[in-house]
Structures are given as structure tokens and as C-alpha cells.
């Protein structure tokens, strides 16, 4: 159990030493992040074990970090269910990314210091995942918004990565600051910030009981932090600009594992969430259930809309994420977290095949451009198809699908509306709709392509993608309700294996909902064009939704304005009034400087010049009287030696 | 023999030392008064050391001592002098020697 | 025989002394200046200071003197034109000693008997030199140092320029 903290430490240790290795060696800095990789996904492994004994395992570490006053800070590292299976699926896709990386960015000149930033990341996300202060985590939720920010504007000639950096990085920060004042609102009355300390961690029922009516509100200032760095809405805008960065790095950061922070951390402070439940339902959970429900919902429309083949991915990303937050507002924790997990395979899987698509096509994003491309590209076409499946919600053999039926399967029983299960209905459709739309212009369909013979990409980059559909698939396994092996695993039941639970009433609603999906896509866009269908029936509705529904303006024009408006303020001061007082004051200095020159120079310097000049005169005047000869100047003295002799003898 | 006495001579001594060193035209004479003068004022310390009380520093006696150092340092620097000026004017009447005169 | 002694010694050094002041012959003047030092020195004994004496003897005739003949010899100069004597300095000679006299006849302190001689080893004047007059030895030896490099310094002549 001690040893828990080498999982994160080892790929933060190998970044630093590919940091110090310099541009020498790209090769041999891509070999030590893997075998980095590799060594924590080992790690991983062999902690899952111990969790599998007990149920409702949970091992704890804590110690003392410094001592201020009479007050000790105290963090330490927590290994449970939760935070076992994360690390499986954080090490394992983070595996396959780094491997496709080699193939993906071999042209890269600055290979050493992207896989530097990789095993950073990695690390950081590991750390996130078994802290058990909340101090901690935040220490790792900031280390991996930096990471983020590097790899984002990971190509730093190019401007636009440069401000999508800047842009996730401000974004989060605006919910980090609420999820720092939810820190400090905790710490403040509880006093502890330890998740589990034997019973007086603020997760446990003591230290709950000490946070009173205070627990809404800090639960809701902890899920601002959530809405940031998982793009809910309001704050969604960093996450499709984010995709300006490289495409394993979409695939790591945006898809599998830095977005599945959010979820994950409302999932770790459930708890406070769930203070004071009637039936299951809290204030807090509510407004994460309805911020879940306006995200997945807007996003997927807005997906259906795009033109760039990751960006399509993002606004899934978004939806699906939002779909997880409902999922863990509604009381389904382990279904949210199931569906986190799986979704962190397939989406993982889709990026990396868009990337393999990318590459081949020299770099062409716009699915308007591709198409044909299923003969061409035979194995990312296979592995494509299975990620869209699983996404979409294809029961029996997809994880993707089992998760999200029982995630409906969760929406559907909460006590306080049934408007989320309705409208998650609706994401399910728009889904399986964006999802064969993209799969058509890209695969299906006439060629469209510059590049007149895209081929296959090299296995460096098909392996991986081969690997994670392997997951995907075998992943489902262990999610079916039949045997609910994962879910009893992350609640601490025991499972039960019962084959009729397969066939459940919501199984054919599901199965109904994504035929619908995937034949309205076919039945749209089969006649693939340059010119969207929806673009030509509706044009309004098309341009709303491709604006992303104008959202991002409206910011612009509100909050940013106003930012700007205070910048213009500030310089304003700075330059007239606090750049006018030093400016005085450095005035008064050279004033005084200028007075002192001229007394030095007219007065003192001319006194002693003309004193010098009237002795000089006065010698040469006296000089004239002299004799010059020194025997009289001897009898001088010696007369005035008698005068002095005889005054003292006179006065006795 | 009384202090007086002694005195007397050295002053005698002293005033004769003044009047080679005011009278006499060469720049060597001059440095021989001054010598004798010093010469007289030695005397004049040992004598009151002799007839002053008995205390544990032979005071007189070491001023004497330094007294003459000195006077011999500074015969060593005026007979240098002497020698620099003499190359100079080529003369050591100290008549010559009035560039002071305005 | 104390009295008769130091007349002896007194007269035998006044009229020494006379005579280097007075004798027109450079020559002759410095010679008798030596000689003086000899019947200072004698002063010096008699008056129980006999190390004074020695180094009177040493640093004054042996170096002083000395230094004083060789200058002269350094500079011959024609014998007519240095000779001259100005009475205004014999009058202020006079008045200076009979202003000396005067106050010494006048002090009533001073005519004191001697009193018991002091024993005085070169071993005390050793000790006092180097414990409680320590800083003026220090100091004379800098000012000889000095006096010495500034003679070099004067006589020197300039090769260079």
C-alpha cells in the first residue's frame, strides 16, 4: 500500500529524465516514456489485486506534509475500486497512445519533448486518480491543466494552438477557482481534507456530519471545478478549439482520460453530494443532473453540424461527458463511472483512428474532402466501425452499449423528473445520427480526397488501434447486466450472474433508439456531396448549429469585452496617473539633481575658484615683500622665540 | 655645580649655534648651527634629568637618544638638499637662493 | 674637583664651538665641529649619561661629521665669494642670549643641587625604549626610513630624462 505513490511518480521521473536528455535522442526518449508506460500500467496491474479480495476495499496511506502553527497538513494516497480501475484504463490507453505517437509524430522535430510532456501527463492524471486529500488531487488536477496547456500548443510556431492553449487553459482556471474556494469552504468546517482517516476523513460520516447545510454549496463550488475541466456547459468552449493540438494528444487528454477527470472527481466526493438525500436526490445532484442533461444535449446537435472530423469527435466527447455527469447526478455512480471507463477505450480508439485517416490524407481534417477510404484503409476502417458502434450504443457485443443502457437504465427510475431519461433518449438518436454521418463522408462514398493513394498506415499505428478495439469489445464482458461483475466490483456487492437480466424491455427500447439513429443517417447522407444535406433543406438550423450555436460569440462578447474593457481601464491608469506619479516623483529628483549641479558648480566650484585666485594674488602680492632668503626668515623666528621666552617669564 | 650653571652654558652654546646659522653665507654653515643647536638642547634634557626627581623612565635620556637620531636624519636630508642645490645654481651662497622673492 | 672638571669641559667646548662658528675656512670650521661633539660628549658623562655619550660619539662625529666633510668636498665653490658676514645676525644672537639668561637667572627652581646619581644601565634604557617608548621608536624608524629615501630621491640624478 505504500508503495501506491511509485504509480504516478514513474512517469513524472521519466518525463523529467527525457527533459534532460535535450533533442539528442527522440528515438531513445520514445523508448523510455513507453517503458514508463509499461512499468506503470505493471504497477497498476499489481495493485488491482488486493482489490479484488475484499469488497469494498479500500487502502489508505496517510502522513504529515508540514506542520504550520499547531495545525499539520496531512495528504496521503487512497487505493479502492475507483481508483484501481482508473489507473487500468488511464495506463493501458495511455499505452496504445504512446506506441501510435511514434508512427503519428515521427516527423516531428520536437519528438523528445512531446513524449516528455506525455509521461507528464501521465503521471499527473495517475496522481489525480489515488490522492486522497483533496489538496492533493488539486495539486495533480493542476499539473494536469498545465500539461494540457503544453500539449495543446504543443506546435508553438502555430498561433492558433497557441491561443486554443491559452483558451483551455483560462477556461479551467475559471472553474478552479471555484473548485478552490469549495477546498477552502471544506477545510474551513471540517478541518480535515483527507477523503478516508479512519473515520474522521471528510468523507466519512464524521466529517460529513460537520458540514451541515454548507455541503450543497460546496459540493456545487467542487463541480464548478468539474464543469471546467470536464466542458460542461458554460464552460465547453476550450474543449473543440483544444483540437488544435496533436492528434494523440486529443486522443489522451480530450477524449480518455484529462475530461474523464471531472466525472471522476464528482464521483470521488459523492458523498458530500449526497448529504441529506431524500430517495437519492439532493440539490446539488439536481443541478448536476440538469447542467449534464443541457451539455449532452446541445452538444450533440452542435456535432452533427461539424465538418472537421475531430471536432465531430470533441462535441461527442462533450455529450458523452455530459451523459456521465447525468449518469452520477441520478444516483447511477457506478454506471457513470462504467461509462466512463468504456468511453475512455473507444474514444480513445476513434481519435486515434481519425489520426491514422489524418495522416494518411497528409494532414486533411475536413470530412467534406475525404470519403472512399474503407477499401484503402482496411484496418482503420474495421476498428473505426467498432469504435462508432460501441459509441453509438450497439448492444450484445459493445461496451459502449451495455454502459449506456444501464446509465438510462438509472435515468429512468429518479424520483424528481423524467425529463433527463426523455432527453438522453433523444442524445442517444442524435448520436448514433453524427456518428454514421461522420463514418459515411469518411469511408463511404466517392473519393474526394487531394491525395490520390492514401494507403494504409504503417503498424507502429495500427496495433494500437487494433488493441483498443480489442478492449472495447472484450471490455463488454464484464459489463453486461448478466453478470455485473464491474459494477458489483465498483460498489462493493457481490455479483450475481443471472443470463435472463440480458434480455431486459430497455435492451429493445436501446436497440430501436440506435437502428433509428443509424438508418436516418444513412438515409441522409448516403448520397455523400460536398454539400451537407441538412445544409440544404435547412440552411438556418445548419449554420446555428455549425456556429456551435453561437456560443463562443456570445462570450466574446460579454465576458471578454468586459475583460477587455478593464484591461483598457487599467493601462489607461497605469500610463496617466501611476506612470504620471513616478514620473513626477522622478521629475523632483531631477530638479534636485539640476539645484545641486548648479550650487556645485556656480557656487562651490567658483568659491573656490576665486578663493583660489585672490591667494594666489595675495602671495604673489606678499611675495614681493619677501626677501627670499632664508638666514633673515631664521632670525625672525629666532626673535620671536626670545619675545614668546620673555612674555612667559614676565608672566611667571 | 647647579643646574643654573649648566643651563647657562648650554644656552650659550644654543645662541652660538643661532649665530652661525643667521650669520655665515654658506648653506653648510647653516646646517652647522643647526646642529649645534640641537646639541644644546640635548644637554639642556640630560641636565634636567639629572637634577629633575628620580621616577622609574629615564625620560631625559631617551628623548636624547631619539633627538639625536633625528638630528642625524636630518642632516642626511638638508646635506642632500645642499648637494641639489649646489648642482643647480652652481653656488652654495644662500644670497643666491632668494627665488621666493616675488 | 666636580666643579673644576665641568669648568674644563664647559670653556674647552665653548670655545670650540666658537671657533666652527666663526673660522672662515670651511674646512677648518667643520673639523672643530667634530671636535665639539667630543666635549658634548664629555658633558654627557659627566652628567652620568654615559650611553648618551657613546652614542653621541658614534652618530655625531662618526656619521654627522663625517657626512658634513664629504658634502663640502662634494662642492668646492670659489673661496672669495661665500665670504661675508652679516652683523644683524650677532645682534639678534645676543639678544636671544641675553633673554635666555635673564629667565634663567630669573627661575629660582632651577638652581637646585644635584642630587644622588641615578644608576642607569643600558638594560634600563633598553626596557624603556622598547616597553613604554615602543610607538616613538616605531615612528623615528619610519621618519629614518623616509629621511632616507628622501636623500636618495634629492641627490639622484636624472639618467633618464
Known amino acids: 500500500m505504500n508503495t501506491v505513490w511509485l504509480i504516478p511518480a514513474t512517469p513524472i521521473v521519466v518525463a523529467l529524465l527525457i527533459l534532460s536528455l535535450g533533442k539528442t535522442a527522440p528515438g531513445l526518449s520514445a523508448v523510455f516514456a513507453v517503458i514508463g508506460q509499461i512499468a506503470a500500467l505493471i504497477m497498476s496491474f499489481v495493485a488491482f489485486f488486493p482489490t479484488l479480495h475484499a469488497h469494498g476495499f479500500r487502502g489508505v496511506e496517510n502522513f504529515t506534509w508540514f506542520v504550520f502553527g499547531n495545525q499539520s497538513l496531512r495528504i496521503g494516497f487512497v487505493l479502492d475500486p475507483l481508483a484501481a480501475a482508473m489507473m487500468m484504463m488511464i495506463t493501458l490507453v495511455g499505452l496504445c497512445i504512446f506506441v501510435f505517437s511514434i508512427g503519428y509524430m515521427a516527423d516531428d522535430k520536437n519528438l523528445s519533448r512531446f513524449f516528455a510532456y506525455l509521461s507528464f501527463f501521465s503521471g499527473a492524471m495517475l496522481g489525480v486518480v489515488v490522492a486522497n486529500s483533496l489538496l492533493l488531487l488539486f495539486i495533480f488536477w493542476e499539473l494536469v491543466g498545465l500539461a494540457s496547456y503544453l500539449l495543446i500548443g504543443f506546435w508553438i510556431e502555430r498561433p492558433s494552438a497557441a491561443a486554443a492553449a491559452k483558451k483551455a487553459f483560462i477556461t479551467t482556471r475559471v472553474g478552479d477557482m471555484g473548485f478552490f474556494l469549495g477546498i477552502l469552504w471544506l477545510y474551513h468546517n471540517s478541518g480535515t481534507l483527507l477523503f478516508y482517516d479512519n473515520g474522521h476523513g471528510c468523507l466519512e460520516s464524521a466529517g460529513l456530519a460537520m458540514l451541515g447545510t454548507s455541503a450543497t454549496f460546496i459540493a456545487l463550488l467542487i463541480f464548478c471545478g468539474a464543469i471546467g475541466k470536464s466542458g460542461q456547459f458554460p464552460l465547453h468552449v476550450w474543449l473543440p478549439d483544444a483540437m488544435e493540438g496533436p492528434t494523440p494528444v486529443s486522443a489522451l487528454i480530450h477524449a480518455a482520460t484529462m475530461v474523464a477527470a471531472g466525472v471522476f472527481l464528482v464521483a470521488r466526493v459523492y458523498p458530500i453530494f449526497s448529504v441529506g438525500a431524500i430517495n437519492g436526490v439532493t440539490s446539488s445532484l439536481a443541478v448536476v443532473v440538469w447542467i449534464g442533461v443541457i451539455t449532452g444535449l446541445m452538444a450533440a446537435l452542435v456535432a452533427v453540424a461539424q465538418s472537421d472530423i475531430k471536432r465531430i469527435l470533441a462535441y461527442s466527447t462533450v455529450s458523452q461527458l455530459g451523459l456521465m455527469m447525468v449518469s452520477l447526478g441520478v444516483g447511477g455512480v457506478a454506471a457513470g463511472i462504467m461509462h466512463l471507463l468504456a468511453h475512455g477505450f473507444f474514444k480513445a480508439l476513434l481519435f486515434l483512428g481519425a489520426g491514422s485517416v489524418i495522416h494518411a490524407l497528409h494532414h486533411e481534417q475536413d470530412i467534406r474532402k475525404m470519403g472512399g477510404l474503407r477499401r484503402a484503409m482496411p484496418v482503420t476502417f474495421a476498428t473505426y466501425a467498432i469504435g462508432m458502434m460501441a459509441l453509438s450504443g450497439v448492444p450484445f457485443f459493445f461496451s459502449g452499449g451495455w454502459t449506456k443502457e444501464e446509465v438510462l437504465h438509472a435515468t429512468s427510475s429518479w424520483p424528481s423528473s423524467h425529463i433527463p431519461h426523455y432527453l438522453m433518449l433523444v442524445g442517444v438518436v442524435l448520436t448514433a445520427l453524427y456518428m454514421s454521418r461522420q463514418i459515411i463522408y469518411v469511408f463511404f462514398g466517392n473519393r474526394r480526397a487531394a491525395e490520390e493513394h492514401p494507403h494504409e498506415s504503417r503498424h507502429v499505428m495500427t496495433i494500437p488501434l487494433i488493441v483498443l478495439a480489442v478492449c472495447a469489445i472484450l471490455f463488454s464482458v464484464v459489463l453486461t447486466p448478466g453478470w455485473p461483475w464491474l459494477e458489483s466490483y465498483l460498489t462493493g456487492h457481490a455479483p450475481q450472474f443471472d443470463s435472463r437480466l440480458l434480455f431486459q424491455p430497455m435492451i429493445l427500447l436501446s436497440l430501436g433508439l440506435v437502428g433509428t439513429g443509424i438508418a436516418l443517417g444513412v438515409w441522409m447522407y448516403h448520397a455523400t456531396s460536398e454539400l451537407d444535406p441538412l445544409q440544404r433543406k435547412l440552411p438556418a438550423l445548419f449554420r446555428f448549429l455549425e456556429n456551435k450555436m453561437w456560443i463562443d460569440e456570445i462570450y466574446d462578447r460579454t465576458i471578454i469585452a468586459l475583460g477587455a474593457l478593464f484591461a483598457w481601464l487599467s493601462d489607461w491608469m497605469d500610463r496617466y496617473v501611476w506612470d504620471g506619479i513616478v514620473r513626477d516623483v522622478g521629475a523632483i529628483g531631477q530638479l534636485f539633481g539640476k539645484l545641486t549641479t548648479g550650487t556645485d558648480e556656480r557656487v562651490i566650484n567658483a568659491g573656490v575658484d576665486e578663493g583660489t585666485v585672490g591667494a594666489q594674488g595675495f602671495g604673489r602680492v606678499m611675495s614681493r615683500w619677501h626677501s627670499g632668503q632664508i638666514q633673515p626668515y631664521l632670525g625672525a623666528v629666532a626673535l620671536g622665540m626670545l619675545a614668546l621666552l620673555l612674555l612667559y617669564a614676565w608672566l611667571g | ?102 | 674637583m666636580n666643579i673644576f672638571v665641568f669648568g674644563i669641559i664647559a670653556s674647552f667646548t665653548l670655545i670650540v664651538a666658537l671657533a666652527a662658528a666663526t673660522l672662515p675656512k670651511l674646512m677648518h670650521a667643520a673639523l672643530s665641529f667634530a671636535v665639539m661633539f667630543l666635549g658634548i660628549s664629555a658633558f654627557f658623562f659627566l652628567l652620568g649619561a654615559e650611553f648618551v655619550g657613546l652614542v653621541q660619539v658614534f652618530v655625531y662625529i662618526g656619521a654627522v661629521a663625517v657626512l658634513i666633510v664629504f658634502t663640502i668636498l662634494l662642492t668646492p665653490h670659489d673661496v672669495g665669494n661665500v665670504r661675508g658676514f652679516g652683523w644683524s645676525g650677532v645682534v639678534v644672537a645676543i639678544a636671544v642670549f641675553g633673554g635666555l639668561i635673564w629667565a634663567i637667572v630669573k627661575t629660582k627652581s632651577v638652581a637646585i643641587a644635584p642630587s644622588v646619581a641615578k644608576a642607569l644601565t643600558v638594560k634600563q634604557i633598553g626596557e624603556a625604549l622598547m616597553i613604554s617608548y615602543v610607538w616613538p621608536l616605531l615612528c623615528v624608524g619610519v621618519l629614518l626610513t623616509a629621511a632616507l629615501i628622501g636623500a636618495l630621491i634629492l641627490v639622484m640624478e636624472d639618467k633618464r630624462s
Not at chain 2, 649655534?17 to 640635548?42: C, D, P, T, V, Y
Not at chain 2, 643647480?88 to 643666491?96: A, C, G, L, P
Request: net charge positive; glycine share 6%; with cysteine.
Open chain 2, 1 to 102: 655645580m647647579t643646574l643654573s650653571t649648566l643651563l647657562v652654558v648650554s644656552a650659550t652654546l644654543f645662541c652660538l649655534g643661532l649665530f652661525a646659522a643667521l650669520s655665515r653665507r654658506h648653506a653648510i654653515f647653516i646646517l652647522i648651527g643647526i646642529e649645534m643647536m640641537l646639541a644644546a638642547a640635548n644637554i639642556n634634557f640630560i641636565a634636567f634629568w639629572r637634577f629633575g626627581p628620580h621616577t622609574a623612565h629615564p625620560t631625559g635620556v631617551i628623548v636624547a637618544i631619539f633627538a639625536i637620531a633625528i638630528a642625524a636624519a636630518e642632516a642626511a636630508v638638508g646635506l642632500a638638499m645642499v648637494i641639489a642645490v649646489y648642482r643647480h645654481f652652481r653656488t652654495t651662497n644662500v644670497d643666491q637662493f632668494n627665488q621666493l622673492k616675488g
